[in-house]
């Protein structure tokens, strides 16, 4: 079983940064899928972004160029750089992890509806950006 722990978020203004960070811990197996979600005031879940086992990285339009993902392999922590933040990017953020995930597209396009045994989730950490 695997536990994810984010930290790093926070307030910031328009055109801030912040980065966040997920410490993951137990066992998930050599070919698996990483990523970050958000959700603001509504009920969805969306992708920002994903990495898969081969380092492949996927993002969601509306972040693409502001956002990098990025993972330490030797104290297995998934990054999220975000640069450039809009008031928009307001929302909690989640990382994310699946089990025998080959892609990272389609990890970031399908994972929030996937309640499957092999899939984790953290508590999230809340990024506020104030105009």
């Known amino acids: 079983q695997v536990q994810l722990a984010e930290t790093g978020g926070g307030s910031v203004q328009a055109g801030g940064s912040l980065r966040l960070s997920c410490k993951a811990s137990?066992?998930?197996?050599?070919?698996?899928?990483m990523g970050w979600f958000r959700q603001g005031p509504g009920p969805v879940r969306q992708g920002v972004a994903a990495?898969?086992?081969?380092?492949?990285?996927t993002y969601g339009n509306s972040v693409k160029g502001r956002f990098t993902i990025s993972k330490d392999k030797y104290k297995n922590i998934l990054y999220l750089q975000m640069n450039s933040l809009k008031p928009e990017d307001t929302a909690m953020y989640y990382c994310?992890?699946?089990?025998?995930?080959?892609?990272?597209?389609?990890?970031?396009?399908?994972?929030?509806?996937?309640?499957?045994?092999?899939?984790?989730w953290g508590q999230g950490t809340q990024v506020t950006v104030s105009s």
């Open positions: 990495i898969d086992s081969d380092g492949i990285t």
């Open positions: 137990g066992s998930i197996g050599r070919r698996h899928c």
């Open positions: 994310g992890a699946e089990a025998g995930c080959e892609y990272s597209d389609y990890f970031l396009s399908n994972f929030p509806d996937v309640r499957a045994p092999s899939a984790y």
